[in-house]
């Protein structure tokens, strides 16, 4: 068989402007970056703080590797689990004021993992229709009767779990802390208590949350008071504000026991380099404890929002760093994405199926590592890109 059927395919997907295409990063992360050979102001990155290419964290990068070497080697529970990811996890444990925290490569095994350690058949997972993928592919994979309310609407919510039938063994309701692609948090205390109704088990994926809410970066629950009784599975990623790799699952002795012996993509898989983990000691030392990084970007994201909404740009409810400017069709957001790159800008367009269809959008991302002059610098482009 041939692979005609997949070009007509690609081809297709040129035609709709969907079709994706990769870039050379030739600098380490930051709000300048070089790619293809071009200096850029960037507006995309997920390294909220700054905390990627953050000397401290680099040297604990590089001492731990001269101490453990570079690979993890093996997988946790044949004789991969080192004692800095041990330290870690107690540190997490303890920033999260959970019990217990078990690491994961990424955030997208440990959200397949949690989900299918926890579900089968015969038990349901509602999720809210603008989950991340890692969460949506988690609940279908499981087995679990799969389905999604309407976007941060707890009604929507109980109106399915008091509709589950009788036979219902465990119900497991899953949300995005920080909404990916739109930057908005769900009401999580009604969420708390919808589920505590109706008997359902909360799971929050807060990857974009720590380290960017809460007086001490403790993510959405910090914010808004949450207790391991409240959420009982928490999960939170080490690729975004962290600066550095990996994802966590927070919760109680008898979750993360259940995780270390029923989770597939934990035990089937090596253990994240020794170094990784060091590395992000020191990030979450910072992250903790160097508030003016909060306090920054808190000071940019007003900045851009107000000049922003001045010029007449549909922004989204977010007071995250994550500022979408809503565009509609895929064509005009790519266009403008162009254009600003012409200018030496790089924003990157969000398109379907990432984004419900009509949504295109322009994902512009800040970081605390921006400059005021820079915030404007954007600004005054989005006053020239203006549609007449
Ligand atoms: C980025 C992201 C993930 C995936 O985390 P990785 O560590 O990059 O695999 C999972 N959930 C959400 C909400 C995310 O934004």
Redesign the pocket.
């Known amino acids: 068989m041939g692979f005609e059927s997949l070009a007509s395919e690609l081809e297709e997907r040129k035609k709709k402007h969907l079709y994706r295409s990769r870039r050379l990063l030739q600098s380490p992360q930051g709000s300048e970056v070089l790619l293809d050979n071009k200096r850029f102001l960037a507006f995309c990155n997920?390294d909220y703080l700054g905390l990627a290419n953050h000397p401290d964290v680099v040297n604990a990068f590089r001492q731990a590797a001269n101490e453990c070497g570079v690979g993890g080697g093996a997988s946790h529970l044949v004789n991969g689990h080192h004692q800095q990811h041990h330290q870690l996890e107690e540190e997490l444990a303890e920033f999260t004021g959970r019990d217990r925290v078990l690491l994961f490569s990424?955030?997208?095994?440990a959200?397949i993992g949690a989900v299918n350690a926890l579900l089968g058949k015969g038990d349901s997972v509602l999720e809210d229709r603008l989950n991340?993928a890692?969460?949506l592919d988690a609940g279908l994979l499981s087995g679990a009767r799969f389905q999604r309310y309407h976007h941060a609407d707890s009604e929507s919510l109980a109106q399915r779990l008091v509709n589950l039938p009788s036979t219902n063994r465990r119900s497991l309701v899953v949300t995005?802390g920080v909404f990916?692609m739109d930057g908005d948090i769900p009401p999580l205390p009604e969420l708390v208590a919808t589920c505590r109704q109706n008997n359902a088990w909360l799971m929050v994926?807060d990857?974009?949350g720590f380290g960017t809410l809460g007086r001490n970066g403790g993510g959405c629950i910090e914010h808004f008071e949450l207790g391991q009784d409240d959420v009982q599975v928490l999960?939170g990623?080490?690729?975004?504000a962290f600066g550095t790799?990996?994802?966590f699952v927070a919760g109680s002795e008898l979750l993360i026991d259940t995780l270390v012996q029923n989770a597939r993509s934990y035990i089937y898989t090596t253990a994240m380099p020794p170094a990784v983990a060091a590395a992000t000691r020191v990030s979450l030392k910072l992250l903790q404890n160097e508030h003016w990084r909060r306090e920054r970007l808190a000071d940019l994201i007003k900045r851009f929002r107000n000049g922003a909404v001045q010029l007449g740009y549909e922004l989204m409810d977010s007071f995250s760093p994550i500022q979408p400017i809503v565009i509609g069709s895929e064509e005009k957001a790519l266009a403008l994405a162009a254009w600003l790159e012409e200018q030496g800008v790089l924003i990157t367009a969000i398109r379907p199926p990432t984004v419900p269809k009509g949504t295109a959008r322009l994902r512009v991302t800040l970081c605390a590592e921006h400059t005021e002059q820079q915030v404007d610098r954007l600004l005054d482009l989005l006053d020239q890109a203006k549609p007449q």
């Open positions: 997920n990424n955030g997208y095994m959200n991340h890692s969460l995005d990916s994926d990857a974009h999960v990623t080490l690729g975004k790799a990996g994802a």
